[in-house]
């Protein structure tokens, strides 16, 4: 059994026949769609590599199945910024070492694109507890937590 | 692929969705946030052979005042209790509780139907439907039941539901109380607890008038301790009351040993919990 889903990714329309309900979101995005932005770690949720914004809220791609994506609105990475034209988060993350080999970085700017968006983040602990549910074996955090710090500052003084 | 093959459906009525459920023959399996079942899934630890998706059924989705209860719909997101004016201001613990469940992602899609259906014995949703007595609203091909929270969980991640039940929504009971907390120990922030405790009560006129108290990490599923509760009210509230307390809680669990935590760490863990919940409790003035 096989089903068509049409979804966004990143702002274009993707209607993809054949798709196997077994089949996670994070392949689809990588495997079907070349978009290996988005990384896999552990597969069960735990290290938060694989996280996207599905309708503006950060998800597990590997705990969501492809056809469940259907008729949503889709964000990876490669949605954020481009090489020449960083977002603000990314910007952050480069200004303040957030990364080191970059393996989690893509969930990383994910949940804190989530967290950006929907959350006051007033204080540290707001965006340490937001980042949780993600793994860095490389950095120890504190670069990362300043990262959004400063991008939440600049993200206030520009609206 | 990771999981093994499954037949998709996506009903949109629920009399459609236990049908489904019915024609699996036992080989069917609920599918809602999906942050407990595609672990197992990944791991093909579960092989169901059908798989009934309820994430298109946006009326099971919902969090409202009826009467004196406040009643969830199975589909409502952990996020969305998380975010509720309703839900803070009504059922304060549960609010307070919401927050250390798992991480934002997985609280952005995990639902309250799965997580108690899941049943997990380290799990904050499943310990406050036993925490407020809570009931399910459950669907099946004989039409609709009602099950008391303490009849729903049998054993660890052990429901009492038939293969073709269908959670549909719970209701929880406003307390008119005048002081609660909720405690929590897990290694990391938004992991499964070690222990916990919820403690609400309302002041009597020597004492304490009514109580209510839930813990959970300390046995195969979440407890409701009614002999303490009773005990509470016939004792005097002094100084002294935090650590009685304490005593009482403790005696009254034996929790196992795992590899995340001693039975003996566990149980004093709960009991320095418990001493710091009844200090919350009594210094809200009543
Ligand atoms: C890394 C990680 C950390 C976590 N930490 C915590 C934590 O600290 N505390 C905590 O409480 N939870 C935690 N969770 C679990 C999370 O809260 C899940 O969302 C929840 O347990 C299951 O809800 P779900 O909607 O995702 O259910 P699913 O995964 O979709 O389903 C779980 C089970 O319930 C059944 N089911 C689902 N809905 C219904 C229904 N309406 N009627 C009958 N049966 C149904 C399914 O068939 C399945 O067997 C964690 C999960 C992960 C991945
Ligand atoms: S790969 Fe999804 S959480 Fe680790
Ligand atoms: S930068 Fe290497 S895992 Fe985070």
């Avoid at chain 1, 990475?77 to 481009?82: M, P, R, S, Y």
């Avoid at chain 1, 967290?115 to 965006?127: G, K, S, V, W």
């Avoid at chain 2, 899934?41 to 009826?66: C, H, Q, T, W, Y």
Wanted: proline share 4%; glycine share 8%; with cysteine.
């Amino acid at each position: 059994m096989t089903i068509n889903v049409s979804v966004m990714v990143n702002g274009t329309r993707h209607d993809v026949s054949d798709v196997e309900p077994r089949l996670l979101l994070s392949d689809f995005l990588r495997d079907t769609l070349g978009l290996t932005g988005t990384h896999v770690g552990c597969e069960h949720g735990v290290c938060g590599a694989c996280t996207v914004l599905m309708d503006g809220h950060s998800i597990r791609s590997c705990l969501t199945l492809a056809v469940q994506a259907a008729g949503a609105e889709i964000t990876t990475v490669e949605g954020l910024g481009t090489p020449e034209a960083l977002n603000v988060l990314q910007t952050q993350f480069r200004e303040h070492h957030g990364l080191q080999c970059g393996f989690c970085t893509p969930g990383m700017l994910m949940t804190g694109e989530d967290l950006l968006r929907n959350y006051p983040l007033a204080t540290d602990e707001e965006i340490r507890e937001g980042l949780s549910g993600n793994l860095c074996r490389c950095t120890g955090y504190q670069n990362i937590v300043a990262a959004i710090r400063s991008a939440a500052a600049l993200r206030r003084e520009n609206v | 692929m990771k999981p093994a093959r499954f037949e998709y459906i996506p009903p949109t009525t629920l009399e459609a969705a236990v049908a489904a459920l019915a024609a699996a023959n036992g080989e069917g399996k609920i599918l809602a946030g999906g942050q407990s079942l595609l672990p197992l899934l990944n791991f093909r630890m579960a092989r169901p052979a059908v798989l009934v998706d309820l994430n298109g059924m946006k009326e099971l989705s919902f969090i409202e005042l009826r009467g004196e209860n406040v009643a969830i719909g199975a589909l409502t997101r952990h996020r969305e209790i998380e975010h509720s004016p309703l839900i803070a201001s009504r059922l304060p613990v549960m609010s307070a509780a919401i927050r250390h469940v798992a991480h934002l992602a997985i609280r952005n899609r995990g639902t309250i139907g799965g997580s108690l259906s899941h049943a997990d014995p380290a799990a904050e949703l499943p310990m406050m439907a036993m925490f407020y007595g809570a009931s399910l609203t459950v669907q099946g091909p004989a039409g609709r039941r009602t099950i008391a929270a303490k009849d729903f969980f049998v054993d660890a991640l052990t429901n009492c539901l038939e293969p073709e039940d269908i959670v549909v929504e719970i209701e929880f009971p406003i307390l008119q109380h005048d002081g609660w907390a909720f405690e929590e120990v897990a290694r990391r922030f938004g992991d499964f607890a070690l222990a916990s405790i919820a403690v609400s009560i309302r002041r009597g006129q020597f004492g304490v008038g009514e109580a209510r108290v839930a813990v959970m990490g300390v046995a195969d599923t979440p407890l409701r301790l009614e002999h303490v509760e009773q005990r509470l009210c016939e004792i005097a509230v002094d100084g002294r009351t935090p650590d009685r307390f304490a005593e009482m809680v403790t005696s009254s669990v034996s929790p196992n040993s795992d590899v995340h935590a001693s039975a003996e760490y566990r149980k004093h863990l709960l009991g320095e919990l418990a001493k710091r919940a009844m200090q919350t409790v009594l210094a809200v003035k009543g």
